[in-house]
């Protein structure tokens, strides 16, 4: 049986961030959230990862990777603690995530996630 971790929160920045295996940036547009995705998506050892400079709606950061089961997409729900919640989704449903969380328009259904387990 797995166990729920709280995180520490991430420290406030100025900007997004978008991060991968090959490094980190915050000058980037949101044609470069798609490119990352896309790179993922053909590669399975990629990940990719957006920051907010502050949490969206509870959320500060978007994650997502491949697995076996199809494209995992995990949530940073900011409040005491960082918490992870994740789900499966297609390649579309993660376009949309990610671009609706840079436009801060991604209301999570927290119903469609479940708490991530180490």
């Not at 399975?44 to 957006?50: G, S």
């Not at 940073?76 to 436009?103: A, K, P, S, V």
Request: glycine content about 6%; aromatic content about 14%; some cysteine.
């Amino acid at each position: 049986m797995g166990k729920d971790i709280v995180f520490k929160n991430v420290a406030k920045q100025s900007d997004f961030t978008l991060e991968n295996q090959n490094g980190k940036t915050e000058n980037f547009r949101d044609v470069d959230i798609e490119y990352y995705l896309a790179d993922m998506f053909r590669d399975p050892e990629q990940f990719v990862i957006l920051t907010a400079p502050k949490p969206l709606h509870k959320v500060r950061y978007v994650q997502a990777c491949v697995q076996d089961e199809g494209i995992e997409v995990e949530l940073g729900i900011q409040e005491e603690g960082t918490r992870l919640f994740g789900r499966l989704c297609t390649e579309e449903e993660c376009y949309r995530i990610f671009l609706d969380f840079y436009d801060n328009v991604f209301v999570p259904d927290m119903s469609e996630y479940q708490s991530v387990e180490f």
